[in-house]
């Protein structure tokens, strides 16, 4: 037995215990809040319109909504392995060859907060709820994902030049899950989600460990 399977066990119990604290997207410390709340505003405004073309699946209008005069946008989708990079991968994305296999789909976006980057450059953060329904699927799913993005200012208003959405690990997502939705008698899935970690670790990590370890308190 190795040391990292020792560890795995407390590791799960101290996220268990970070769950037990925090309710939804809320954390127990203090809420994310940017200086610039007129340009969180307006990014919050965009992101209220690129929300109901989502509902409408309206592949030409969300398209629309990004920098057409931007060389090489950046997409990262939740679901997807790779960024897409470039209008081609870009607008495959939304409009893909073949039928369509989405029956239902919503999209909402909350906690926003922006910055500025520079003079006509803005990045923000915010939180993705998606619900859908798909046609290979026995019924609908949600999910939810934190998300960023970078948006230039143009003279039709903001539009968006990089866009990721970036789940939390496996272990933090799972718990949360589990925390909101379990039933009576369901088992955790953590252990096997540790085992998978495990499974996963570089076969050279543990003479890694010998070279580059520090002593840690018990």
């Keep these: 037995m190795t040391t990292r399977y020792c560890v795995l066990p407390v590791v ?17 410390r203090e809420p994310a809040v940017a200086k610039d709340q007129v340009l969180t505003a307006e990014i919050d405004a965009f992101l209220d319109e690129y929300e109901a073309l989502w509902d409408k699946q309206d592949p030409a209008g969300l398209i629309a909504l990004w920098d057409q005069d931007d060389p090489e946008p950046f997409y990262l989708a939740e679901e997807q392995d790779e960024w897409r990079i470039g209008w081609d991968q870009l607008k495959d ?9 989405t029956e239902s789909l919503r ?26 329904k798909m046609a290979f699927m026995p019924g609908a799913i949600g999910t939810d994902a934190r998300a960023s993005a970078i948006f230039r200012k143009t003279d039709d208003g903001w539009r968006l ?3 990721a959405e970036s789940p939390g690990s496996p272990i933090l997502y799972i718990s949360r899950l589990y925390k909101l939705h379990r039933q009576e008698g369901e088992k955790s899935p953590l252990p096997y989600i540790s085992t ?3 499974r996963h670790t570089r076969d050279d990590f543990a003479e890694y460990m010998q070279t580059h370890s520090k002593p840690v308190e018990k």
């Excluded at 799960?12 to 127990?28: M, P």
């Excluded at 994305?93 to 296999?101: A, E, I, K, Q, R």
Aim: hydrophobic letters at 45%.
């Design 107 to 132: 999209m909402r976006f909350d906690g926003v907060q922006a910055r500025w980057l520079t003079e006509d450059l803005a990045f923000a953060k915010f939180w993705i709820r998606f619900d859908t």
């Design 12 to 28: 799960i119990a101290c996220l268990g215990a970070q769950f037990a604290s925090a309710g939804g997207h809320n954390q127990a």
């Design 196 to 198: 998978l970690y495990e």
């Design 161 to 163: 030049i990089t866009w």
């Design 93 to 101: 994305y939304w409009d893909p060859p073949g039928p369509s296999s």
